[in-house]
């Protein structure tokens, strides 16, 4: 049955990352579907510094911690509540102590089964595969809920048993086409639709007047401050290129656990003056400062990273991309046409593309034309929204 009203579940909504989830959501509305957003947790306070966190908050029910009428109707359906519980403790790659822990969330999925059935939502979507995906799974059983998954990133990253968390699920969507393959590796037998996240592009376009020139290259990244996304490496890549005498200046948007250790990292490489540290900036604030770069870098490397939509928005507003080639990038950047792509930990190649962007402003404009034309013809979030719709109602997905 084509549902008319779904749920959409994100975890810890609204955060710093979840600009894409509140567009998707709006496209999905103006297609005409009923959305009503769910979450796992209330997200801590300031997590999220986008100018909708307050409209997202308001619109969203939390399912942790369950509401007592969620836990006494498990009571009133023991068939259901034992096969629950068979379903958690038989996730056998999931370590004991772990799988008890778990054991929780089946009070959460009454409470989403509870909520779905009162506001007749025929279909809940789940932007994960870590332990919110068990949510759905759990919601299948105990109230026969269709549901369905995104998968980011890597699976190892969201966990363990992941056939469990897929195989009761319509569909399982992947941002790209090297997790879609991880996906059928897992669970032969659910749909795989890739459909990538998106931006944008109106919001996120070239600026009115031409990017301001000057001596220095002006690199930007907008991600978290976590190891993974390899600002240390941009940094160490930097000090090479200072020593060559190549001016750069380099500004870090995001917030996360490694800020002191690269605020020391900076300072032991002598590099105070070429860099600022930003902090978290809303979605208007990430718009200024693309328009006011030369180029974004964005040098991830190990398992997680996916499609990056801070990468998607560089490209839509018309700035060249040092990119990792890691996860999904190698299909959203054709290599010295829409983007530089560079080895994962690179720090020559790193040095090397930036050194090539610095010396060259004629490459840098050209590289970055091309790269909206690609943001337009794939990167779209309303294209996307739709082919998320059409796999939620499609035949071939049921």
Not at 144 to 169: E, F, I, N, W
Request: proline content about 7%.
């Amino acid at each position: 049955m084509t549902p008319t009203a779904i749920a959409y579940l994100v975890p810890e909504f609204p955060g710093q990352t979840h600009a894409f989830f509140w567009r998707e959501i709006q496209a999905l509305e103006e297609a005409g579907l009923r959305v009503r957003t769910l979450s796992t947790r209330r997200p801590a306070p300031g997590a999220c510094p986008h100018d909708f966190a307050a409209a997202a908050a308001a619109r969203t029910v939390y399912l942790f911690p369950p509401p007592l009428a969620s836990v006494a109707r498990l009571a009133g359906r023991p068939v259901r509540t034992l096969r629950a519980l068979a379903y958690v403790l038989g996730l056998s790659e999931t370590p004991w102590r772990r799988r008890l822990a778990l054991l929780g969330l089946i009070a959460s999925a009454s409470a989403l089964g509870r909520i779905c059935r009162r506001e007749r939502l025929g279909h809940v979507h789940i932007h994960s595969c870590a332990t919110a995906a068990h949510l759905g799974a759990l919601a299948a059983i105990l109230d026969d809920l269709s549901y369905s998954l995104t998968l980011h990133g890597d699976l190892p990253v969201y966990g363990t048993d992941h056939a469990a968390k897929m195989a009761r699920a319509r569909f399982v969507a992947a941002v790209t086409r090297p997790l879609a393959a991880q996906i059928a590796a897992v669970s032969p037998g659910t749909p795989a639709p890739v459909i990538w996240m998106g931006v944008d592009a109106d919001r996120f376009c070239p600026p009115a007047s031409a990017r301001p020139g000057g001596e220095a290259l002006e690199v930007v990244t907008v991600a978290r401050l976590n190891h993974t996304k390899g600002h240390v490496h941009l940094l160490n890549a930097m000090a090479r290129l200072r020593a060559e005498g190549v001016a750069i200046r380099y500004r870090m948007a995001g917030d996360g656990p490694e800020r002191a250790a690269l605020e020391a990292h900076v300072a032991r490489l002598g590099l105070q003056d070429e860099v600022r540290f930003l902090g978290p900036l809303s979605e208007a604030g990430v718009i200024d400062l693309l328009h006011s770069a030369d180029v974004l870098a964005l040098t991830s490397f190990g398992a997680g990273e996916a499609a990056p939509v801070t990468v998607m928005e560089a490209m839509a507003t018309g700035l060249p991309t040092v990119v990792s080639a890691i996860g999904g990038t190698p299909d959203m950047i054709e290599d010295g046409v829409d983007g530089l792509l560079v080895p994962q930990r690179d720090e020559e190649a790193i040095a090397a593309a930036l050194r090539r962007l610095a010396a060259d402003p004629a490459l840098r404009a050209r590289i970055g034309q091309a790269a909206r034309k690609t943001a337009l013809a794939r990167f779209d979030y309303r294209a996307q929204a739709r082919a998320l719709l059409e796999a939620l109602t499609s035949d071939a997905v049921a």
